[in-house]
């Protein structure tokens, strides 16, 4: 079975200061890793994508995450936060193993950067 | 603008009735899904089709039911079986249902308030 873990409801960080969002994954194969940002009352927005390759993906909005198999974990950074980063961000996963497309969510970090 | 559009934005419902959300995308993508979100649990799959006038149950489907007879649109019934539909309801589609590595856009959502 896949699971995802995002083991923070609330992150806090300062403006300007590196950010962290944390998150493990259960997979059965080789995971396809990604993360979305939403911010109120709106769907889902693509960040990155972890498939293959280089563990450090770079995505939208200065965004990276770093992939570590050993760990099973997929965290998401930033170098300096934003004021307008501030939104709930998920992390999802799919096991091609599983023949199925569909994603399994995170139940979501709430980041919070204090002006 | 490609996108996918979700109506309406806010919806109430009296108990014992039957309402319709509406997902169209025009994207020309094969593959679509239904999430719900509740507070602090995540996204859960509702419904999802891989291609027209096919589709499957996700990890929720009792109280709803979807079809799928054109491409572009997937509407979701939440049906008075539904026992707690009060919730933040979001459209999604990718590429292919076998894009694995392929991301889902996903719409603005539904707000559903049962009254």
């Known amino acids: 079975a896949q699971s995802v873990a995002q083991p923070e409801d609330q992150v806090n960080v300062a403006e300007g200061n590196p950010l962290t969002v944390k998150c493990t994954y259960s997979v059965s194969g080789n995971p396809y890793l990604f993360w979305y940002v939403q911010y109120p009352n709106r769907g889902l927005q693509f960040l990155l994508k972890y498939i293959t390759g280089d563990n450090l993906v770079k995505g939208s909005y200065g965004f990276e995450a770093e992939f570590n198999k050993s760990q099973t974990s997929f965290h998401l950074k930033k170098p300096s936060a934003l004021v307008s980063d501030s939104a709930l961000y998920f992390c999802a996963v799919r096991d091609p193993l599983t023949g199925a497309n569909n994603l399994f969510f995170g139940t979501g970090t709430r980041l919070t950067v204090i002006p | 603008d490609g996108g996918i559009t979700q109506s309406p934005k806010y919806l109430f419902r009296k108990e014992g009735q039957n309402v319709t959300l509406s997902c169209e995308q025009n994207?020309?993508?094969?593959?679509m899904y239904w999430y719900r979100q509740d507070p602090g649990q995540g996204l859960r799959l509702i419904y999802y089709s891989q291609i027209v006038n096919d589709f499957q149950k996700g990890d929720i489907a009792e109280g709803y039911s979807v079809s799928r007879e054109k491409k572009e649109s997937f509407p979701l019934t939440v049906t008075s079986a539904q026992k707690n539909p009060t919730a933040f309801y979001l459209c999604a589609s990718t590429l292919s249902d076998r894009g694995y590595r392929d991301e889902q856009f996903f719409g603005p959502g539904t707000r559903l308030t049962v009254l």
């Open positions: 994207l020309n993508h094969d593959a």
